[in-house]
């Protein structure tokens, strides 16, 4: 357990960075899934709104440094290239 008040103030603060972490890597999860089942039906103005918006949940994810900008960069190109293969 913590010994000073400094370091239970660490703890809450980590606590909840971690609660709004968790949260932002939930969403764009679940934004690159939801391309993804687009993508499978063959849906393309679907697949294109869902795109957009994963694109943007991982660039806001990497600036914030919850995921790497190599891991955000490499998602949206393997998404594009998913949504170019849409007939």
């Known amino acids: 357990m913590a010994n000073s008040k400094s370091a239970l103030k660490r703890i809450r603060q980590n606590e909840t960075r971690r609660e709004r ?10 934004a690159c899934k939801k391309f993804d089942a687009l993508a499978e039906a063959g849906d393309k103005k679907g697949a294109e ?4 918006n994963a694109v943007v949940l991982l660039d806001r994810a990497a600036s914030k440094g919850i995921i790497p900008h190599k891991r955000a960069d490499r998602k ?4 594009a290239l998913a949504f170019n293969k849409i007939g």
């Open 49 to 52: 709104e869902a795109l957009a």
């Open 76 to 79: 949206k190109s393997r998404l």
């Open 21 to 30: 972490n968790r949260l932002i890597r939930t969403k764009t999860r679940t």
